[in-house]
């Protein structure tokens, strides 16, 4: 399979906790994409780590990436209201992105 | 801010007839792609094109899909005979190139098949 698969499925946290998802997968990468989407909205891009790269950091988000383990995570810190969305991994074959079945997650005020 | 714009929002159709989903990507794009997301599931690529061909395509995309650009602006998809199954969101995206930076993902067009 192409896909990644994140961990876990639903998470709900309360505001200014930090929110950590994982993301598995079984093939090679060229990079590794994080994306969210609000409810019935579009995919925004949250951030890419290419295969060579271990950790990345963009305002609160943070994301490393394990080709030995062939896993990513997306951490957010100080999760506001705002960030109540499903969040992707994306895997990037070729000319591609494959998504997984992504994390939702809801934070409460 | 640049973005990606689809047309309509929202489709609504008979069952067996034809349609067509417009896109018009960011302009110095180069790679165009097709995903949908059928309601409560993952979201699903379609196909790839560049340089006004298909790269990519998976097999969801059979004989009743098509896609073209045919002017240096839009992008469509075309469902040739539509059926219960294809309702869904379309999303529309684009790159300046291929897979190793991000893609621009539209708002997205809800098709309901009736």
């Known amino acids: 399979s192409q896909q990644g698969e994140e961990d876990p499925q639903a998470l709900s946290i309360q505001e200014g906790e930090n929110a950590t998802m994982n993301c598995s997968y079984k093939?090679?990468?060229?990079?590794l994409q994080w994306y969210r989407q609000n409810s019935g909205r579009g995919l925004v891009h949250l951030i890419l780590?290419?295969?060579?790269?271990r950790e990345k950091h963009s305002g609160r988000l943070r994301v490393t990436l394990d080709t030995s383990k062939k896993s990513s995570s997306l951490l957010i810190t100080a999760s506001r209201a705002a960030d109540t969305a499903s969040y992707f991994c994306a895997l990037v074959t070729h000319y591609k992105l494959s998504f997984g079945a992504g994390t939702t997650v809801t934070v409460r005020a | 801010e640049p973005e990606v714009t689809q047309t309509p929002s929202h489709q609504v159709t008979q069952m067996g007839q034809e349609v067509i989903l417009r896109c018009v990507p960011i302009s110095n794009h180069l790679y165009f792609y097709w995903y949908r997301q059928i309601l409560g599931q993952k979201v699903e690529f379609l196909v790839s094109?560049?340089?006004?061909?298909?790269?990519?395509k998976s097999e969801i995309f059979d004989d009743q899909f098509s896609v073209e650009r045919p002017d240096g602006s839009n992008f469509t998809l075309k469902i040739r005979s539509t059926k219960l199954e294809d309702s869904a969101m379309y999303f529309c995206?684009?790159?300046?190139?291929?897979?190793?930076?991000?893609?621009?993902f539209g708002q997205g067009t809800r098709l309901t098949v009736v």
């Open positions: 780590i290419r295969s060579n790269e």
């Open positions: 093939t090679s990468i060229n990079n």
């Open positions: 995206a684009s790159s300046d190139a291929e897979g190793s930076t991000e893609a621009f």
């Open positions: 094109f560049y340089n006004n061909e298909i790269s990519e």
